[in-house]
């Protein structure tokens, strides 16, 4: 099974940006669809209150995002260092949250049950 594993997360103030890592132990291109999900704080119980950010998709490497980060939020893919990026800019304060990245054999991309294997998560928080 795949084990995934994020860094970057961070305190920023509004207006800033960050970049988080998604190490994962095999590579994902044509294998896995990866998604970030994020869970804000006091939202729900845990895993039930992640809600879809952006996605890769398994079978030709296309990417989808939530509304709510469109046109700040750029997901991408280093094959040869079996990581996926989500790149953060513009960033709110209402975008503070734990982020986790996931994998999905299959090619639905915006369910969380629909993706098998979970990162531990990292936190952003952004100050305003």
């Known amino acids: 099974q795949v084990q995934l594993v994020e860094s970057g997360g961070g305190l920023v103030q509004a207006g800033a940006s960050l970049k988080l890592s998604c190490s994962t132990s095999?590579?994902?291109?044509?294998?896995?669809?990866v998604g970030w999900f994020r869970q804000a704080p006091g939202k729900g119980r845990e895993f039930v209150g992640r809600?879809?950010?952006?996605?890769?998709?398994?079978?030709?490497?296309?990417?989808y995002y939530a509304d709510s980060v469109t046109g700040r939020f750029t997901v991408s893919r280093d094959n040869a260092k079996n990581t996926v990026y989500l790149q953060m800019n513009s960033l709110k304060p209402e975008d503070t949250a734990v982020y986790y990245c996931?994998?999905?054999?299959?090619?639905?991309?915006?369910?969380?049950?629909?993706?098998?294997?979970w990162g531990q998560g990292t936190q952003v928080t952004v100050s305003s």
């Open positions: 996931a994998a999905s054999k299959g090619g639905t991309y915006y369910y969380r049950a629909l993706y098998d294997y």
């Open positions: 095999e590579r994902t291109v044509g294998r896995y669809t």
């Open positions: 809600d879809f950010v952006a996605a890769l998709t398994k079978s030709d490497g296309s990417a």
